[in-house]
């Protein structure tokens, strides 16, 4: 049975690569639905091409744009956020490939579980923000969340066959980004076309930013916690600088798995949509000889504050991991708006921290009014810093 696919998000990194993979599985996967932010030349082209019964663009200004090139095809074209998290209830969708952007993807990934879909969750921010709430719902609703992100996909590959095996701790893998092993000094003048020039993997904006300051491995280390369970002692972080070992879990007796591959989201995707299958791929092999080499180190969390703020956060839990959530996407569109530096990232998240209201046990509103409270707060200290802390 062809799986029926809804990708939010589907102009970028993530997206763009998971219709790759449908693009080369048609026997397994249909598009069904397709969802952009303010792509619309993006949306058209992919509608074009895939024919998916619903395209939305959430940018309602576009909504012509998009209508008028797709008139004479049989697709319902839609805008607005209201929309998505409308549709992905469809009862047609059997999974929903969640790649929006932030705080964006919450809403709609939790109208999907209610609606019984399993999820291919590309969207880290859902767990961190909502993890108590979104882990319960899918236990009621009876459904899969299925990590994309490479890291997590790892651990969910190495977990698979030994449910009744006791996990020790898990290790995240990181490639240490563009910035690593360099100082406080050398980072005070970085820029943002430094901080995209990621090593090893092609990226959105947001989540290489995030690589460089190491939040993106604060933000799947909590992530990782909801996913399988775990207390913030039982989740380690290695740089690993050629990200060949994509991480790795340690069991009761000490043994350790690791799952390895080459830096390829195409890989954890296409396993997350053909679950519990392995389905053959044209994607490269790994070859060992052409890696002798796999070293290691420990992260520098007195250089790159955030991993170690993301972990007080998971420790404090409530409503801390939207706060930091929140401040770090204000932070992160700042730098790259070059309206401050980068450095000054980790002091605009910890000021959040410190300044918000915190919540112990938060609902859904809650977490809706402390991520806009946040935003806020966090624009607010970013108007008022010194014209020093403003580097381009």
Known sequence: MIKQIAVLGSSGSIGTQTLDVIRQNPA??????LTVNVNAEALIEQALEFKPKYAVICDKSKYQQVRDALIHLPIKVMAGYDAIKDLVTHPEIDIVLTAMVGFSGLEPTINAIKAGKDIALANKETLVVAGELITALAQ??????????SEHSAIFQCLAGEEQNSVEKIILT????????????????????NALKHPNWVMGAKITID??????????????KWLFNLRADQIDVIVHPQSIIHSMVQFGDGSIKAQMGLPDMK????????????IKSSFARFNFTSYPNLSFEQPDTA???????????????????????????????A???????FLDMSDIIESCMQEISYLAEPTLDDYLNTDKETRIFAENLITKMPLKAIRS
């Open 211 to 224: 690589s460089a300051s190491l939040m993106n491995k604060g933000l799947e280390v909590i992530e990782a």
């Open 335 to 341: 730098f790259l708006a070059n309206k401050t530096g």
């Open 28 to 33: 397994l996967f249909n598009v069904f639905l």
């Open 267 to 278: 890989l954890p995707i296409q396993y997350a949509l053909s679950y519990p299958q392995r």
């Open 140 to 149: 009621e609703h009876n459904v899969k969340i299925l990590p994309v992100d």
């Open 174 to 193: 990181a490639s240490g980004g563009p910035f690593r092993g360099k100082d406080r000094e050398f980072l005070s003048t970085v820029t943002r076309e």
């Open 303 to 333: 250089t790159f504050r955030n991993l170690e703020l993301a972990y007080k956060a998971l420790e404090r839990g409530g409503n801390m991991p939207c706060i930091i959530n929140a401040a770090n996407e204000v932070a992160v569109a």
